[in-house]
């Protein structure tokens, strides 16, 4: 029973242009979500994060949405370049109980910018 | 580096072999914790730490799993009498917060652990 999902295995955008990926979460206790950014070869990095107390988080090109009541958030890239190309995780936790603030990720997203 | 650490990248293991995977946190970071990522798919939570103490084992496979953090920096993951499900890139992240959120988690870049 996954409680992050990414239902978009890939995408596919051309440079300049915007990338939207999606994540839809389950547990209505998350309150703090991030994406991560994923290389071949290398862990995840952190990208951008937001709270639950707000629905919209802006840094640089990259501004994370989020919807509460549809249990969903977005990561928009504008604009778009081919280094941007790697695997986007969407994460939650939960910082009360037993999760101590461990992030439930989802499968991810690979995204291709092409030039 | 002032990033997380972890030894080896690499790790080939014939089954039934006792292995050890090491992580050094980001320096001052009270929080750390262990994933296991298998392939194509989002990382899994495995036990977290807080300085010394493991506060959350829940997510370890099996009691041939094991981690240390004995003086709440370097932390070991021991994996005991090793099958070729455990095969898997293993992750540790670290942060600054005792556990209580709003603070991302900084990634090494894995040990990728093949077992034969």
């Known amino acids: 029973d996954q409680q992050v999902k990414q239902n978009s295995p890939s995408l596919s955008v051309q440079e300049g242009r915007i990338s939207i990926l999606n994540c839809d979460y389950t547990?209505?206790?998350?309150?703090?979500f991030l994406w991560y950014k994923k290389y071949p070869a290398e862990g995840p990095t952190f990208l951008i994060s937001?709270?639950?107390?707000?629905d919209k988080n802006e840094d640089g090109r990259f501004t994370v949405f989020l919807n509460k009541s549809a249990k969903h958030l977005s990561l928009h890239i504008v604009p778009s370049q081919p280094g941007d190309s790697a695997v986007y995780f969407c994460?939650?936790?939960?910082?009360?109980?037993?999760?101590?603030?461990?992030?439930?990720f989802g499968k991810g997203t690979k995204l291709s910018v092409k030039p | 580096g002032a990033g997380v650490s972890q030894s080896p990248r690499y790790k080939v293991a014939k089954r039934g072999q006792d292995v050890a995977l090491r992580c050094d946190p980001i320096?001052?970071?009270?929080?750390l914790f262990w994933y296991q990522q298998a392939l194509g798919q989002g990382p899994e939570f495995l036990t977290y730490?807080?300085?010394?103490?493991?506060?959350?084992k829940s997510g370890l496979p099996s009691d041939r799993f094991f981690a240390e953090r004995p003086e709440g920096s370097v932390s070991t993951l021991k994996i005991q009498r090793t099958q070729q499900e455990d095969s898997a890139v293993y992750l540790c992240?670290?942060?600054?917060?005792?556990?209580?959120?709003?603070?991302?988690?900084?990634f090494g870049d894995g040990t990728r652990l093949s077992i034969l």
């Open positions: 992240a670290s942060s600054p917060s005792q556990g209580l959120g709003n603070q991302p988690q900084h």
């Open positions: 730490f807080q300085n010394e103490a493991q506060l959350d």
């Open positions: 994460a939650a936790s939960a910082p009360y109980g037993g999760s101590q603030g461990n992030l439930i």
């Open positions: 937001i709270s639950s107390i707000k």
């Open positions: 320096s001052g970071h009270v929080s």
């Open positions: 547990n209505s206790m998350f309150d703090y």
